[in-house]
């Protein structure tokens, strides 16, 4: 290409291109004081402005054949690209921790609920063995006292038994010792009654006797007065 033509074509590009500059100064400035200060590299729209500030520098500067310019803004582009691309990841990273996240605390919940089932089983089969323990302690003193009743009853009835036969035995020597008393006392009555008989005679003969005398007496003294 001729050099006056090139000098030529030069000129209203590098005018174009300090004319973008100016106008680009106030994106520049907003870029470095509030959007680079303030807000997150990962912030999403610190990602869609320099994206579209990077797009802008590229085609301003291929067309105006600034490579300074277009580097700059195909830096910027790849840059937003490359949080875009970063944050897609986080994101998805992000996504998967709580996924997963949820999956552990899914996997603990069900732990927690396994442990408290077998500790609540546990504590039934305890409070179970515990129950039959002390049914089984208290059929045992009911039948250790079921025993001592009927050991005790025997043991009375035994007792009561062995009285009622002592007693027996008793009341058959006193009946034995009645008959010989009454054996032996029941010849001395018969002559007791005997002699009584034998007395009464005796002086019914005498009184009979005392008055036949007396009779015969008041018949001598009646024969001698006549």
Do not use: C
């Amino acid at each position: 290409m001729n050099p006056t033509l090139m000098r030529l074509t030069a000129v209203p590009r590098r005018i174009g291109m300090v004319q973008y500059r100016a106008a680009r100064l106030p994106l520049g400035l907003v870029e470095r004081d509030v959007v680079a200060r303030y807000l997150s590299e990962d912030a999403p729209i610190r990602r869609r402005f320099e994206r579209a500030l990077g797009s802008l520098d590229a085609v301003v500067g291929r067309l105006l054949a600034d490579e300074s310019t277009a580097r700059r803004g195909e830096a910027l582009t790849r840059r937003g690209e490359f949080l875009e691309m970063a944050s897609t990841l986080s994101e998805r990273a992000r996504a998967r921790r709580s996924e997963a996240d949820q999956e552990l605390q899914a996997a603990q919940e069900a732990a927690r609920r396994a442990e408290e089932e077998a500790a609540r089983r546990q504590r039934e089969e305890l409070a179970a063995a515990r129950l039959q323990k002390q049914r089984d302690q208290q059929q045992a003193r009911e039948e250790a006292e079921a025993r001592t009743r009927a050991e005790t009853a025997r043991v009375e009835h035994d007792k009561a038994e062995r009285v009622r036969a002592a007693e027996e035995a008793k009341q058959a020597q006193r009946h034995r010792i009645d008959a010989a008393e009454k054996r032996a006392t029941a010849p001395a009555k018969e002559e007791l009654a005997d002699a009584d008989q034998k007395r009464t005679a005796a002086k019914k003969r005498r009184d009979d006797a005392t008055r036949l005398a007396e009779l015969a007496a008041a018949r001598r003294e009646k024969r001698r007065s006549g």
